[in-house]
């Protein structure tokens, strides 16, 4: 009999996609999976590098793990570390964490079946570090997919701008994109299967540049990404985002293919980063504030209202007030629908990493918090201008704060709660708005 395997997944959307392609391979060979530690034989901890609270976290789970003992062997389970700090750390892993039985790089997953086995058959120091091989496609069964409603559809993979904070061009290798044939088969299968709304996702969507463009001839645009949209949005897939867009790559005609499909979700998530042009370059992020302010006023002039949301990291090397003040004052000009913020967290590996002039972790939380305090009143103000107006949401579950109300995400990717009346998740339904929360909308049912 085959094992019991439990993928704990930590990061970004990128990290779920692969957990869920892992688990569709796992399958195919035989393994079972199971959804807590405690059941399992083989328990792999899908990790996340972009932060050092997200390192730090995994090692602690390690412990807790090592700790468990398997339901069929009744020993400790076997422990693989996949993702991202399995990349960057690759080998000294062991060294660090002797409990680790294998590493799995983040262009492996379709070799954990076998590499599993090898561990099994009394093989130590497994690990694979290599590349994705010719032919290896991207084959999610729904059973793993974390939602029946909602798919992530990853279109590329890695990154080749290197800004100079980010490891992720190190964990994920330069920018892979999938045949667009391949990703519209995917989504009309998605479609077929009753999905309602699927996340174009990538590290950088609007960087897409597939190796030729087969499955595009029929769409025109200015680049292969917005050539995707259209061919994407002609599936009649219900609805459709996309994330995430580096604002050197956003071209206008991405917003021209917003205004003609009403299924391309009007949601547009653009990291700045900082309004400082002096810390823009010192990121080497390749846009300055007024580069990105005219994107941003290409979104904003849209004939269609689209949702903008952005990422900022606070407390950089070098970032002086002045510099801070200079990304209030682009949060205040772009009136975000949400922001992400982050305290700079130093990598290993990157060029920020030798910068002098560190910012005090004291610094950083006082400007994270006024940073958060000006998006408070910010999106209070634009929050509460929905009220009177109807919004089409996708049902997806019972709402946290009360039995009798369901949630869902707008197509402007706001969380929506609302009075359930025999709504399933699954459903489509418009919903009016008559209250503005602090991260949310409330309303009442229409249809
Ligand atoms: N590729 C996208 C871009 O840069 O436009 C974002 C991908 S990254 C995984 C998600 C976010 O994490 C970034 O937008 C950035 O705000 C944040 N981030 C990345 N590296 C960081 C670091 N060293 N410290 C703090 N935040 C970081």
């Given at each position: 009999m085959k094992s019991k395997v439990y993928i704990e997944t930590f990061g970004c959307q990128m990290n779920v996609a692969d957990t869920e392609r892992a688990a569709t391979g796992l399958r195919k060979a035989g393994y079972e999976m199971t959804s807590s530690a405690t059941t399992a034989d083989v328990v792999l901890?899908?990790?996340?590098?972009?932060?050092?609270?997200?390192?730090?976290?995994?090692?602690?789970?390690i412990g807790e793990v090592r700790k468990l003992s398997s339901p069929t062997t009744h020993k400790r389970p076997l422990i693989g570390v996949m993702g991202c700090v399995a990349q960057l750390e690759g080998q000294s892993i062991f060294d660090k964490t002797p409990a680790v039985d294998l590493i799995i790089g983040t262009q492996a997953t379709d070799?954990?079946?076998?590499?599993?086995?090898?561990?099994?058959?009394?093989?130590?120091?497994?690990?694979?570090?290599?590349?994705?091989?010719?032919?290896?496609?991207?084959?999610?069964?729904?059973?793993?997919?974390?939602s029946p409603y909602v798919a992530f559809v990853p279109i590329i993979e890695g990154c080749n701008k290197f800004c100079s904070f980010c490891i992720v061009p190190y964990s994920r290798g330069r920018e892979k994109s999938r045949g667009a044939r391949e990703i519209v088969n995917e989504v009309l299968r998605l479609r077929s299967l009753g999905y309602k709304e699927v996340h174009l996702i990538g590290q950088n969507v609007n960087s897409y540049r597939p190796r030729s463009m087969e499955g595009l001839e029929d769409y025109p645009g200015a680049t292969p990404f917005s050539r995707l949209l259209r061919a994407v949005a002609n599936t009649r897939m219900d609805?459709?985002?996309?994330?995430?867009?580096?604002?050197?790559?956003?071209h206008p005609?991405?917003?021209?293919?917003?205004?003609?499909?009403?299924?391309?979700?009007?949601?547009?998530?653009?990291?700045?980063?900082?309004?400082?042009?002096?810390?823009?370059?010192?990121?080497?992020?390749?846009?300055?504030?007024?580069?990105?302010?005219?994107?941003?006023?290409?979104?904003?002039?849209?004939?269609?209202?689209?949702?903008?949301?952005?990422?900022?990291?606070?407390?950089?090397p070098g970032e002086t007030a002045e510099d801070f003040a200079a990304t209030m004052r682009l949060v205040e000009k772009c009136e975000y629908d949400a922001l992400y913020i982050f305290k700079y967290s130093k990598r290993a590996g990157t060029p920020a990493a030798r910068l002098d002039d560190a910012v005090s972790e004291d610094e950083k939380t006082t400007r994270f918090m006024a940073l958060e305090e000006l998006q408070t009143s910010v999106q209070g103000k634009l929050y509460n201008a929905y009220i009177g107006r109807k919004v089409s949401v996708l049902?997806?579950?019972?709402s946290a704060?009360?039995?009798?109300?369901?949630?869902?995400?707008?197509?402007?990717?706001?969380?929506?709660?609302?009075?359930?009346?025999q709504t399933r998740p699954g459903d489509i339904v418009e919903v009016l708005i008559t209250e503005g929360k602090p991260n949310s909308l409330y309303g009442e049912l229409i249809s």
């Open positions: 901890f899908n990790t996340c590098s972009v932060r050092e609270r997200a390192e730090r976290k995994v090692l602690r789970r070799r954990i079946p076998s590499l599993i086995e090898r561990v099994q058959g009394g093989e130590a120091g497994v690990i694979d570090l290599d590349e994705r091989q010719e032919g290896e496609v991207w084959d999610v069964s729904p059973a793993e997919r974390r609805r459709i985002k996309f994330t995430t867009s580096f604002p050197r790559d956003f005609d991405i917003v021209s293919a917003l205004e003609e499909y009403p299924n391309l979700c009007d949601w547009v998530h653009l990291p700045a980063q900082s309004g400082s042009d002096r810390i823009l370059k010192s990121m080497r992020r390749g846009h300055n504030s007024e580069d990105y302010l005219k994107r941003v006023e290409g979104i904003k002039n849209s004939k269609r209202r689209l949702a903008l949301t952005s990422d900022i990291i606070v407390g950089f049902v997806e579950r019972e704060r009360s039995s009798e109300d369901m949630a869902g995400h707008s197509t402007c990717h706001k969380v929506v709660n609302f009075k359930a009346n």
